[in-house]
């Protein structure tokens, strides 16, 4: 065992330009970095995401705003998904072993009446809406009529998703779960829904309507084990942070929280950073992508970026020898795309730990399994054989 512990944290949706097989989705041109470098040029300050070597990884093709820096801290590269999707779940699975490779399903049109029927008779509540949305301009649209006859708002996205937003205050939060669990063991097999999510909120006018922390997500069981099953089962500790226990929908996992922002994720993998444990740290930071990228805000994107790296550099103040800190992303969402839609892109790979003497390039991984490869290699933990860990490469 190399490192006792290894810390990962997946900057949900921050690509870094179109994958080779971008066309099949219709990305081509996508660039998530690239175009919010291109509107903040200058003012992106991003130093610590820098002196990893960020800025490296597309030295042929400079990001704007972003430096490449003559002697890195760590390793770079970029990681290609293999899996059939693009979604957040196709993106985890795949880093811990298990790609996706039967397609989830899709529904821009809004989801069959046979389903809608079935939840509204569930729940003896009416749906509404029924078609792809914002989360917050839906609630903002249809939350006084919610309030007023307490009907469920169902919508989705370009993601492989359904959502139901409820106001507390005339569908209690208990209630809500139900349904979600309800609508999840209806479409694990017939519709594959990636994901059921539970979207409460509270106010009581479109102008002072919010989200609350208590989001849940529903995901489709694992189909396989996982490369965090593989480590729990060897006796290692298993920490997620963020959406992670919902994506693996517990699987794994001997430790879960959930956080309300990227910030509070970077606190509580702080927190992490200074137990005493061996095994690893899991960190989704879901803003990114919920807040910007399917909004197509670059400036409020690029401001994200800079915060998580003032909070980056907190962590590392924290990471002794015997940590290994790992930054990627799982998938791309360019807020200065067409669409509101996930992209098809590289995503960024950056290994630091303060105890390797030397930095370089990673180069291309062919999928996202490298990643666990290499957390399997670093415990002496068998994997699966997909994937190539690239621990060695560390010096």
Same mark, same amino acid.
């Given at each position: 065992m190399r490192f006792k512990r290894v810390f990962t944290v997946v900057i949900d949706s921050v690509g870094i330009g179109q994958a080779s097989d971008a066309a099949q989705f219709n990305d081509e041109g996508a660039d998530t970095l690239g175009h919010i470098g291109e509107f903040w040029q200058a003012d992106l300050k991003l130093p610590n995401l820098e002196k990893l070597g960020l800025g490296n990884i597309r030295s042929g093709n400079p990001l704007k705003g972003i430096k490449v820096v003559t002697n890195p801290m760590g390793y770079y590269g970029k990681m290609h998904e293999t899996s059939v999707g693009k979604d957040s779940m196709d993106g985890h699975w795949e880093m811990m072993g298990l790609p996706v490779t039967e397609p989830l399903g899709f529904f821009p049109q809004g989801f069959p009446a046979e389903l809608i029927d079935k939840i509204e008779k569930f729940s003896g509540r009416k749906v509404i809406v029924n078609k792809p949305y914002s989360g917050t301009e839906v609630i903002h649209d249809y939350g006084e009529e919610q309030l007023k006859t307490g009907a469920l708002i169902v919508y989705t996205s370009g993601d492989s998703v359904l959502q139901i937003a409820a106001n507390t205050a005339v569908i209690p939060l208990d209630e809500l779960y139900k349904i979600c669990e309800y609508v999840r063991s209806l479409t694990v097999s017939k519709y594959r829904i990636g994901r059921i999510i539970a979207r409460p909120y509270v106010g009581d006018n479109k102008d002072n309507f919010k989200r609350t922390a208590d989001r849940h997500d529903y995901t489709l069981e694992p189909t396989d084990l996982t490369d965090l099953d593989r480590l729990k089962n060897a006796g290692f500790d298993v920490l997620a942070v963020g959406k992670i226990n919902d994506i693996f929908s517990g699987h794994g996992i001997t430790q879960g929280v959930h956080t309300s922002s990227n910030h509070e994720g970077m606190l509580m993998t702080i927190a992490n950073a200074k137990?005493?444990?061996?095994?690893?740290?899991?960190?989704?930071?879901?803003?990114?992508?919920?807040?910007? +990228?399917? *909004?197509?805000?670059?400036?409020?994107? !690029?401001?994200?970026?800079?915060?998580?790296?003032?909070?980056? &550099? #907190?962590? =590392?103040?924290?990471?002794?020898?015997?940590?290994?800190?790992?930054?990627?992303?799982?998938?791309?969402?360019?807020?200065?795309?067409?669409?509101?839609?996930?992209?098809?892109?590289?995503?960024?790979?950056?290994?630091?730990?303060?105890?390797?003497?030397?930095?370089?390039?990673? +180069?291309? *991984?062919?999928?996202?399994?490298?990643? !666990?490869?290499?957390?399997?290699?670093?415990?002496?933990?068998? &994997? #699966?054989? =997909?994937?190539?860990?690239?621990?060695?490469?560390?010096?």
């Open positions: 137990k005493d444990f061996k095994g690893f740290s899991f960190t989704n930071l879901v803003d990114f992508d919920a807040m910007y +990228g399917h *909004r197509r805000d670059c400036k409020g994107y !690029g401001q994200a970026l800079m915060e998580f790296d003032q909070d980056l &550099g #907190n962590l =590392i103040e924290q990471l002794n020898e015997s940590v290994l800190l790992i930054i990627t992303a799982d998938h791309g969402n360019d807020p200065g795309f067409r669409g509101t839609d996930h992209t098809r892109e590289y995503v960024p790979l950056l290994a630091y730990s303060s105890s390797l003497v030397q930095s370089g390039s990673l +180069g291309i *991984r062919q999928t996202y399994a490298d990643l !666990g490869a290499t957390i399997l290699a670093n415990f002496g933990v068998e &994997g #699966n054989g =997909i994937g190539k860990s690239f621990l060695d490469e560390l010096k």
